[in-house]
């Protein structure tokens, strides 16, 4: 098996783990990851959770599709992040529950909307910004991601849902999973007293575990 047909099967596991545990539901999300001569996709329109490796959309280094299912109508999410973070390898963006119901709070901090309530949002996400409302597919969203100049490897789109990067697939949808996590934390205590990581703990952990 070709670095190709792995990556295909790869991802194809991994999405079907995420829709397993409700991640993402019917035909939402979506995943991409960079091949050393393009990028696979998911197919628009595609069930996570019953994807064909072999219809799974191959794109070129210039993001022509050329085989497979046409591929996700928000490939310039995808795109954006490619673009402006040199280490990324693979994107994964999903619907998932908490973090869409995060994003449609009024009053979460637009700068820092997962708050650092444990190490592991520090280390495997970083700093989340909300990103304004775009109806899907509108490729204005892809270039909100641009304008962050690859300052964040994750975001949150208003009234939609988180979309993440990593260097690899599997640090791409870990990464994700941990998100999703965090942001079921913040909903639940939102109501509570909640001790936060103090900024100093904040920086070791970015120091000792730099995403990317």
């Known amino acids: 098996m070709n670095a190709e047909s792995r990556l295909r099967e790869n991802l194809a596991r991994f999405a079907k783990s995420l829709f397993d545990r409700g991640f993402s539901v019917g035909s939402a999300?979506?995943?991409?990851?960079?091949?050393?001569?393009?990028?696979?996709?998911?197919?628009?329109?595609?069930?996570?959770?019953?994807?064909?490796?072999a219809r799974i959309s191959k794109l070129d280094a210039g993001w022509r599709h050329v085989s497979g299912d046409r591929?996700?109508?928000?490939?310039f999410l995808h795109r954006a992040f490619f673009e402006t973070r040199p280490q990324t390898g693979a994107v994964v963006h999903l619907h998932s529950t908490f973090a869409t119901a995060l994003s449609c709070m009024a009053d979460v901090d637009p700068e820092n909307c997962i708050p650092a309530?444990?190490?592991?949002?520090?280390?495997?996400?970083?700093?989340?910004?909300?990103?304004?409302?775009?109806?899907?597919?509108?490729?204005c969203a892809g270039d909100l991601v641009r304008g962050l100049g690859g300052k964040h490897a994750a975001v949150l789109l208003a009234n939609h849902g988180p979309v993440v990067s990593g260097r690899d697939l599997p640090s791409a949808v870990f990464a994700a999973e941990e998100l999703e996590e965090s942001a079921k934390l913040?909903?639940?205590?939102?109501?509570?007293?909640?001790?936060y990581l103090t900024p100093t703990e904040v920086e070791d952990l970015k120091t000792a575990f730099p995403i990317g």
């Open 29 to 53: 999300g979506n995943i991409s990851a960079a091949l050393d001569d393009g990028f696979l996709m998911t197919p628009t329109n595609s069930c996570l959770g019953f994807l064909d490796p």
């Open 71 to 75: 591929p996700s109508k928000e490939a």
């Open 117 to 139: 309530m444990t190490p592991y949002v520090v280390m495997r996400v970083g700093q989340v910004k909300l990103l304004s409302y775009f109806r899907p597919g509108d490729e």
């Open 186 to 195: 913040a909903v639940i205590l939102r109501n509570e007293r909640v001790r």
